[in-house]
Nanobody, 127 residues
Framework: QVQLVESGGGLVQAGGSLRLSCAASGRTVSNYAMGWFRQAPGKEREFVAAISWSGGSTYYSDAVKGRFSISRDNAKNTVYLQMSSLKPEDTDVYYC????????????????????WGQGTQVTVSS
C-alpha cells in the first residue's frame, strides 16, 4: 500500500505562484508514474499533469501547459507541481496520484488508471 500526502496548497492572488509537494510512503513509488488531478465541487476530477517514473516523460493539460511544471525526486519519494501565473479558474482541490508499476516512460491521463490517491490540498486563487 502507498500513502500519498500533499502539501503546499493555500490562498494566492492571481498571477502568483505556489508549489505543491506530494510525499509517498509505505513503499517506494520509484517505478510508478505520478501526477496531479484537480476537482471542483460538483465537477469531475480533471487531469493536470503527470510524469513518468524515469522523469523522462511529462504531460500537461492544455489548461496549464506553459504555466505549471511537474518534477520528481525518486530518492525522496516526492513529486512536485510548480504552479505559476495562477488564474482564478485554477481554484480547486488538487490531488496527487500514482499509477503503476510501469515502464520507464509510462504515463497516465485518466482517473481510471490511478492506483493510489492523496487526500487533496486546496488551492484558491483570488482575483
Amino acid at each position: 500500500q502507498v500513502q500519498l500526502v500533499e502539501s503546499g496548497g493555500g490562498l494566492v492572488q492571481a498571477g502568483g505562484s505556489l508549489r505543491l509537494s506530494c510525499a509517498a510512503s509505505g513503499r517506494t513509488v520509484s517505478n510508478y508514474a505520478m501526477g496531479w488531478f484537480r476537482q471542483a465541487p460538483g465537477k469531475e476530477r480533471e487531469f493536470v499533469a503527470a510524469i513518468s517514473w524515469s522523469g523522462g516523460s511529462t504531460y500537461y493539460s492544455d489548461a496549464v501547459k506553459g504555466r505549471f511544471s511537474i518534477s520528481r525526486d525518486n530518492a525522496k519519494n516526492t513529486v512536485y507541481l510548480q504552479m505559476s501565473s495562477l488564474k482564478p479558474e485554477d481554484t480547486d482541490v488538487y490531488y496527487c496520484a500514482a499509477s503503476g508499476p510501469g515502464s520507464g516512460n509510462y504515463i497516465f491521463i485518466q482517473p481510471g488508471d490511478i492506483s493510489f490517491w492523496g487526500q487533496g490540498t486546496q488551492v484558491t486563487v483570488s482575483s
